[in-house]
């Protein structure tokens, strides 16, 4: 009988590389199903990732500000604490002008909280023995702060209701009459619009009544929700802004015409909820209480 000595061995070889093949095949397997797994997840781009973090916009964050890199900041106001700074504010007081009409210093038209500044119009349920049916609050820095060749910004969050009328602008500190030594209007808005006025004021304007250049014009704000307003004072011009986008510019411009450009002096500022008036209409009391938050003011001067 012929013995073949040969065979185990071949045997115990072909096992081997037999389960060395399928051990490859599994594997391959595997990895195509990783793939497949991965190729259908989401492409998720860097922009999507920065829209899934994006504040809500009643989240306090302070939009980009695109501001010359020639300006140092100086002078600024946070609102911290629980009351307003007086010595560096007012409250302004009643006047017989439209804006002015329902200003009062009642308690329940300002508030310092979270540090912010709160201004609020409202129905004048509270003293019987101001005939007023509306009370509004307002501050400014008249005699105590002067601005003057630099940049003013303010970020604030302005309320919606018919009839309300919110403003920050500037008058001389001198206390000319007005319109001598020129206003300058960074922000005012009516109602609920979606945009804001900036607007100039002068003997040239008003007066003289010329309109040209043209002493005013409207941006777009974001309607619910936070923005900075910002105007520069140059020697030969006014720039404004809103959330660091250049919006309007008033130029002076050579003429003999009297003060077209009074606005190389000192201005005080003022920051105030208003109701009603021949521009913004009638008051809506159902609206009511209307305000705005103003989270801070900046003042930039040239280095």
């Not at 049916?133 to 003057?148: A, D, E, I, Q």
Request: proline share 6%.
């Amino acid at each position: 009988m012929q013995r073949h000595y040969f065979t185990l061995p071949i045997i115990v070889v072909t096992l081997l590389f037999s389960n060395i093949f399928t051990a490859l095949v599994l594997l391959a397997e595997e990895d195509k199903q990783d793939k497949k797994i991965t190729d259908n997840k989401p492409n998720i781009t860097i922009a999507q990732l920065e829209q899934k973090t994006e504040p809500k916009p009643d989240q306090k964050s302070e939009p980009k500000k695109e501001q010359s890199t020639e300006l140092k900041l100086v002078w600024e106001e946070n609102f911290d604490g629980n009351a307003i700074d007086l010595k560096r504010w007012s409250k302004i007081p009643r006047g017989n002008a439209d804006w002015a009409r329902h200003m009062s210093d009642f308690d329940g038209c300002y508030e310092v909280k979270n540090g912010q500044l709160i201004l609020r119009g409202l129905r004048n349920e509270h003293l019987p023995d101001d005939k007023s049916p509306y009370l509004t609050g307002g501050v400014y820095t008249k005699g105590k702060v002067g601005f003057s060749n630099g940049r003013i910004e303010i970020r604030a969050k302005l309320g919606n209701a018919k009839g309300a009328w919110p403003a920050f602008w500037l008058l001389p500190f001198d206390n000319s009459p007005w319109p001598r030594g020129g206003e300058i209007d960074i922000m005012e808005r009516l109602n609920g619009d979606d945009f804001a006025h900036h607007t100039v004021h002068s003997i040239y304007t008003q007066k003289l009544k010329i309109k040209e250049p043209p002493q005013g014009k409207t941006a777009k704000i974001n309607r619910d929700d936070y923005n900075v307003y910002a105007v520069e004072l140059r020697e030969d011009r006014l720039d404004f802004f809103i959330n660091g986008k250049l919006s309007f510019t008033y130029p002076r411009i050579k003429t003999d015409k009297e003060e077209q450009f009074p606005f190389n002096r000192e201005f005080y500022l003022l920051l105030d909820m208003q109701l009603g008036g021949s521009w913004v209409g009638e008051i809506n009391p159902d609206d009511l209480p209307v305000e705005m938050q103003i989270d801070w003011v900046r003042f930039y001067k040239k280095k």
